[in-house]
């Protein structure tokens, strides 16, 4: 062991006891190098690691902080095991899995706030753009998308270590649109699709649109039931499976790399496609993000989709897919059901890319996201039942909770009479294991104490709070 990554290991033993909490300033690094007598390319080495590995973060200016690193909580699982299709219309909520509030507010759609967005950085490139494309704007767009933003986003990940070629992708309306098309080339009416239990709702609405039966993997403490989805697979009704691998909605769980290998290796070894939605892999609270499945992916069976509506702006509605050997079949019903993408806007996203602007963003909301999911469980634990089980999710927007005794869908429905829109554990399952759960969307900041807008993420967190004790 090398002496630096000795040094780290102190730290992160200092870190795992508490005698480091959460948000503790750490040494600047020439304090460090005099501290432990070691030089300064050591000790930048050292806080390098301790980086790399999710124990530290860096705040601009102001040095490096220990990093959010909380203890897992054990969540309600699907245990009532059933390999035969169900049609999730059939146990839809009465607004469906998805439902949209008659008002917004920053607990119920799992977004950033739009001031963590860099709204000015992207207007100056739209119009940057938009000054020297006169002619693409009166040209319709390539089916397969930009040339140019498809080369970069592929230099993109590949400095992320996931390299692809532009070739190889195809650019879409949002990344539920990216799996729509993947769904309608894979598969037909009535045919079967393997999901994770729990689901992201809107995943459920689309699969009820596409008129689709589903089975429900359960995740278990290392990840998916692996063993369940291989039985699924022998039985053969099992047609595509569709699974978030990275921050998962509504659970904040990733998969390990192991689980990613072997889901690629299933896909292959049974020559059925997984579609992979992996919207918020580059929301990671831990530094640089997770590696895909498709990073294990030789045989091109795994359809990896992206955008980006959770890191930048949903207004974008831009989306990228990597369809491996499906990629002629994907580009063919992309054609037939879309006309193209807006070109300006591709351009202007491929710009914003190549400048750093998006890279620098991601960084930047990366190390907010940490803090504001570390804040919003602190008030939750704080103000909630003492038996309350809140997920630790290592990246994404959301925290999923668990109430025991408390009806869920009660608890919705008494909370948007408020004027606080939450999501119940209904709306992500077609089984009945999540009634007493709900989530949250922690993509806004929790303002100072003081602050009275009722609208605000602190003071909604508190009215959900006072509304569950009442309900015990």
């Known amino acids: 062991m090398t002496l630096y990554e000795t040094l780290a290991n102190e730290y992160i033993d200092a870190i795992k006891s ?11 690094l020439r304090v460090l190098a005099k501290q432990h007598k070691v030089s300064l390319t050591t000790a930048t080495k050292t806080y390098e690691y301790l980086q790399q590995h ?6 601009p200016q102001a040095g490096y902080f220990v990093a959010n690193n909380l203890e897992e909580e054990q969540l309600p699982r699907l245990t009532s095991l059933q390999n035969q299709g169900r049609d999730p219309k ?3 909520p009465v607004l469906g899995y998805n439902p949209g509030a008659e008002f917004f507010n920053p607990l119920g759609t799992s977004m950033i706030a739009p001031e963590l967005q860099p709204t000015k950085a992207l207007q100056r490139c739209i119009k940057r753009v938009a000054s020297r494309s006169q002619q693409s704007l009166f040209s319709y767009p390539n089916p397969q998308g930009e040339v140019g933003l498809r080369q970069a986003l592929s230099e993109h990940f590949r400095l992320d270590h996931f390299a692809f070629s532009a070739k190889d992708l195809v650019i879409t309306n949002g990344c539920i649109d990216s799996v729509r098309i993947a769904i309608e080339t894979l598969t037909k009416e009535g045919d079967t699709l393997a999901i994770s239990s729990p689901c992201f709702s809107g995943l459920l609405d689309l699969l009820v649109a596409l008129s689709r ?3 429900e993997i359960p995740c278990t403490e290392e990840g998916l039931d692996l063993d369940f989805y291989e039985a699924c697979l022998k039985q053969g009704n099992i047609k595509a499976s569709l699974f978030s691998t990275s921050h998962m909605n509504p659970s904040g769980r990733t998969l390990s790399n192991a689980q990613k290998q072997a889901l690629a290796k299933l896909a292959q070894d049974y020559q059925t496609p997984m579609i992979e939605d992996d919207v918020y892999l ?4 831990q530094g640089k993000p997770p590696l895909p499945t498709k990073y294990w992916d030789k045989a091109g069976y795994v359809i990896w989709c992206g955008s980006f509506s959770k890191t930048l702006a949903a207004g974008l509605r831009l989306g990228w897919c990597l369809p491996g050997r499906y990629l002629d079949a994907y580009i063919k019903q992309h054609s037939q059901t879309r006309f193209g993408i807006n070109g300006l806007m591709q351009l202007s996203l491929a710009e914003f890319i190549n400048s750093g602007e998006y890279r620098s963003h991601v960084n930047r909301i990366r190390t907010q996201l940490n803090q504001q999911v570390y804040a919003y469980r602190n008030l939750l634990i704080e103000n909630l039942p003492l038996n309350t089980k809140i997920s630790v999710p290592d990246g994404g927007l959301v925290l999923w909770l668990q109430l025991p005794g408390i009806d869920a869908k009660g608890l919705e429905l008494a909370a948007n009479a408020e004027g606080v829109d939450i999501r119940s554990g209904a709306c992500f399952s077609t089984h009945d294991a999540y009634g007493d759960c709900i989530r949250i969307n922690c ?9 009275e807008d009722k609208t605000s993420a602190y003071q909604q967190l508190l009215r959900l709070c006072q509304l569950v004790k009442p309900l015990k």
């Open 90 to 92: 059939n146990y839809s």
């Open 54 to 59: 999710g124990w530290i973060y860096p705040r």
């Open 213 to 215: 039966k589903i089975v």
């Open 18 to 28: 508490k005698r480091l909490p959460f948000g503790s300033r750490l040494p600047a």
């Open 443 to 451: 993509g806004w900041p929790i303002l100072d104490t003081s602050d």
């Open 282 to 285: 580059e929301l990671s609270h």
